[in-house]
């Protein structure tokens, strides 16, 4: 399951644009919205602090949380922030209203373990890793935190596909249609060199 949900306190704004958000800004709070569930959108401020320090925690685009809007509280899920670029604070933030019946999609990291087992990656192969996350469709209220990969008697050139993870019920990778490669166990490279040196060694023989 995905990390443990939180409460976030807010006050609804009135006053959108530059100017207002500039100002909430200045008062170590930061803008959001909060959208979806045939809703009207609400426009609303946040503690800066309180926020950042939940981004910083990770798992912040997978946790169900709570925002109490002046004393109304609504379950959600962060679809986006956006970060000062030069500062590095958080200057955005979008939430999606969520109840018990929403599919949402989702990036989730994937873990990978045993790399001891592996006969390729202890023989000196490197663990190529073509995908950290995974994007899925899945419900609201069942994010999983991770998904995790077993290496154990994974030889060089061997490739993990989405096929070897095991995805929980209701859990659908959102490339659907093919059996992608999630990582790969590369051969060392100073093994190449020499076969290849070999070869043309025989070659020009």
């Known amino acids: 399951m995905s990390h443990e ?13 530059k100017g207002s958000a500039r100002e909430l800004r200045r008062n170590g709070l930061i803008p959001a919205v909060i959208y979806g569930d045939k809703q009207a959108p609400i426009s609303i401020a946040l503690n800066t602090n309180e926020v950042t320090k939940r ?15 002046d004393g109304k509280k609504i379950k959600v899920l962060p679809k986006d922030y ?5 500062r590095d604070f958080t200057v955005h933030v979008d939430f999606l209203r969520v109840s018990g019946n ?10 990978f373990e045993n790399h001891e087992k592996s ?19 899945c419900p ?5 935190e991770f998904f995790t990969v077993d290496l154990s008697g994974l030889k060089s050139g061997d490739s993990i596909h989405i096929s070897a993870v095991k ?9 659907a249609d093919r059996d992608f490669t ?11 060199a020499e076969e290849e040196t070999e070869g043309g060694e025989e070659a020009s023989a």
């Open 82 to 86: 956006q970060l000062d670029p030069v």
């Open 5 to 17: 949900s939180y409460e976030l306190k807010a006050e609804a704004r009135e006053r959108v644009g």
């Open 55 to 69: 981004i910083h925690a990770g798992g912040f685009l997978t946790t169900i949380a709570t925002i109490d809007v």
């Open 119 to 137: 006969p390729g990656l202890k023989a000196g192969g490197v663990l190529n890793i073509v995908r950290h996350e995974v994007e899925v469709h």
């Open 167 to 175: 995805l929980p019920k209701n859990v659908t990778p959102v490339i």
């Open 140 to 144: 609201a209220d069942a994010i999983p």
């Open 102 to 111: 929403t599919a949402v999609t989702v990036e989730i990291p994937v873990h």
């Open 182 to 192: 999630i990582a790969t166990i590369v051969a060392p490279a100073a093994g190449l």
